[in-house]
């Protein structure tokens, strides 16, 4: 027995139905769910010791507003990317949330972000909702990747001070821009234009043995979700007689 062809309503209530699931897969500013505790001993702010290498930088960053990150650290990938986190408790929290940088890496009881204390408070409605939000410890969560952003701020050099010039030089970037991971470094020579890709010794700290002579130009490697890769070249160079524990500004800010 024959089947009856389908009506061109239902064709189309499918068609619309798969659209919808293929745009909810691929949607890079949609929330998704999750939960959220807080450094229980945080003076307010992060820590200077996360494991993005940051240093007391990392306590400080757009105003403490900072969180360590579990599968979202991504091998150190992660360190420096910003976040909306909003909790979903109607009686404390607000639509808007929080905005955090991610700088340090840890997880408690299935949670993806273990925010500083300001940031965690930062999501109630009022101060005095705050205290009450942060009586429950940990909270359920939406969450999306938002474009960072540090007005009047170029992207910064800090040479780690475990550096030791000529033979060894380590270093993090600072106030990382936009939306998308820095997922390669290089250092070229500016006399001859010869490159040295560098490591990732962990979080956002890049390190290279017997690094280049001479001035010394940088090259960062920004990734987007969907694949697109940007080369970007910083207006100012590293100076040839670099120092350990030194911040360099690039000249460059960085929106993409």
Same mark, same amino acid.
């Given at each position: ?60 960053? !757009? ?7 579990? !599968? ?16 979903? !408790? ?32 930062? &999501? ?67 006399? !001859? ?26 090259? &960062? ?36």
């Amino acid at each position: 027995m024959a089947s009856s062809p389908q009506s061109p309503f239902l064709l189309f209530a499918t068609l619309l139905f798969l659209q919808t699931l293929a745009e909810a897969a691929t949607c890079s500013d949609c929330f998704i769910h999750s939960r959220a505790a807080y450094y229980p001993n945080s003076d307010e702010q992060g820590t200077d010791r996360g494991q993005c290498g940051f240093g007391s930088f990392g306590a400080t960053i !757009n105003g403490g507003d900072v969180s360590a990150a579990s !599968n979202l650290y991504r091998d150190g990938v992660g360190c420096g990317a910003c976040y909306q986190v909003r909790c979903t !408790n109607s009686n404390y929290c607000t639509d808007k949330g929080v905005t955090i940088v991610i700088t340090d890496h840890g997880s408690s009881d299935n949670t993806d972000f273990i925010l500083s204390r300001r940031a965690f408070g930062h &999501m109630a409605q009022t101060k005095d909702a705050a205290a009450p939000l942060l009586s429950l410890g940990i909270v359920d969560i939406e969450y999306r990747r938002v474009s960072c952003s540090y007005p009047n701020k170029n992207i910064t050099i800090k040479i780690d001070e475990n550096s030791n010039y000529p033979h060894y030089l380590a270093f993090v970037i600072w106030y990382q821009q936009g939306k998308r991971d820095i997922t390669a470094v290089q250092l070229c020579e500016t006399q !001859n234009f010869v490159c040295k890709l560098l490591d990732r010794s962990y979080g956002a700290v890049w390190t290279t043995t017997s690094p280049p002579s001479g001035p010394l130009s940088l090259r &960062m490697l920004f990734s987007g979700e969907d694949g697109d890769e940007t080369w970007v070249v910083p207006v100012n160079n590293i100076p040839h007689d670099w120092k350990a524990g030194e911040t360099y500004d690039t000249g460059v800010q960085v929106d993409v």
